[in-house]
């Protein structure tokens, strides 16, 4: 089994629905325990490429439309910030940027 496949076994068996989210550290140690020795790093690079939702509770496997539309909430709340700063970026370096490349992002 991968450690792709493992991490998402362990979230989608144990881990299922908001409420019962967990938290990157006790996922690290579930790991652990089982022989998979990943770095936090390693880990969050992991789950970013997985089927999972993120909370400030950690992480889980989404159980109702409900919690799908939160996340992506959350999701659209990290987002456009980071867009805008770019925006702000792109503008200020006009010179440096095609103006079609400033709009891909």
Known sequence: MTDSAFVLH???TY???QANAITREALLETCRLYGLNLSDRELRAIYAELP???CDKGVFWPETLAELEEY???LRAKA???LERWQR???AHSDLID???GELF
């Open 15 to 17: 881990h299922r629905g």
């Open 80 to 82: 456009f910030p980071m």
């Open 52 to 54: 999972v939702c993120t």
């Open 10 to 12: 362990i979230i989608k």
């Open 89 to 91: 970026v792109a503008r």
């Open 99 to 101: 103006s079609r490349q």
């Open 72 to 74: 992506r909430r959350y």
